[in-house]
């Protein structure tokens, strides 16, 4: 069904791998189109829960985007592939109504790290390297990278990782809020199923509720507080809030419907 992607499936969890590894999983064009697609009928598809985004190989997540797809453009045509890209994958992701979570394997840069930053939660392998590096080709980051990463790790340390362009390994990563986890490489798919099948066990309605409502924290003109009073209030009329309490009552573990 797609040319640089691999779609599968464990339980509820849908694995999608940027499978172009002989060019280190850049994003070109059709990936990213590719992307909006898988991501799209996951959101849709009442059989999957969440989903886990990775880089095929062990070298490389997403090495960035595809240099030479974008080298002649003009500032119409970069402005074009920045609103398309936000509107239509980073944003659709951060957005959507189930969890995503980056499993980190290798490089993550430009792109690669801000479709990374675009995920819920983000785990990376020890060997992982990061950053945004678009100022040593005149450019800024234009996938909403700015943006994500001062919200995850404050102004200052943006400030540094967006004008040096430099790489920070795994661990600094975890210390300055980056990533939720380092592990090994070869646990990090298992540590990324770890956390989403724990996930899968709560409310699906309230998981939905509550990515937009965290993300409201960081819209402007919107009151976060308000969206989660309304979002509380929302909650007690839907079948799980139903089931969950009645679980609660008769000390059983709830069973909550992915509807």
């Known amino acids: 069904m797609f040319e640089n992607l691999f779609v599968d499936y464990n339980g509820a969890i849908q694995h999608i791998i940027i499978n172009r590894e002989s060019k280190l999983n850049a994003l070109n064009k059709n990936t990213l189109a590719e992307l909006h697609t898988a991501i799209y009928d996951a959101f849709n598809n ?22 030479s797809e974008f080298s002649s453009f003009d500032s119409s045509q970069g402005e074009q592939l920045a609103r398309n890209g936000h509107r239509l994958v980073f944003n659709q992701i951060e957005n ?47 996938y909403g ?37 380092v592990v090994p490489q070869d646990e990090l798919i298992s540590k990324a199923e770890e956390i989403l099948n724990k996930i899968l066990t709560r409310s699906p309605l309230a998981i939905e509720t509550a990515i937009g409502v965290i993300n409201s924290a960081t819209q ?40």
């Open 46 to 67: 009442d059989r999957v829960g969440g989903i886990i985004i990775t880089g095929a190989g062990q070298k490389a997540f997403v090495a960035g985007a595809d240099i």
């Open 96 to 142: 959507g109504k189930k969890p995503v979570i980056a499993a980190i394997n290798g490089f993550a840069l430009g792109g690669g790290l801000e479709l990374a930053l675009a995920c819920h939660i983000r785990i990376a392998s020890d060997n992982a390297k990061m950053g945004l590096p678009e100022v040593s080709l005149g450019l800024i980051p234009g």
């Open 220 to 259: 402007p003109g919107v009151d976060g507080y308000e969206k989660e009073i309304q979002g509380f209030a929302k909650s007690f009329n839907t079948p799980d809030f139903k089931e969950g309490v009645s679980a609660f009552l008769e000390k059983r573990k709830p069973d909550f419907q992915r509807k």
């Open 145 to 181: 990278g700015t943006q994500r990463l001062s919200q995850l790790v404050g102004k200052g340390k943006a400030f540094e990782m967006i004008l040096t362009g430099d790489m920070i390994t795994a661990q600094d990563a975890l210390q300055w809020g980056l990533v939720n986890h």
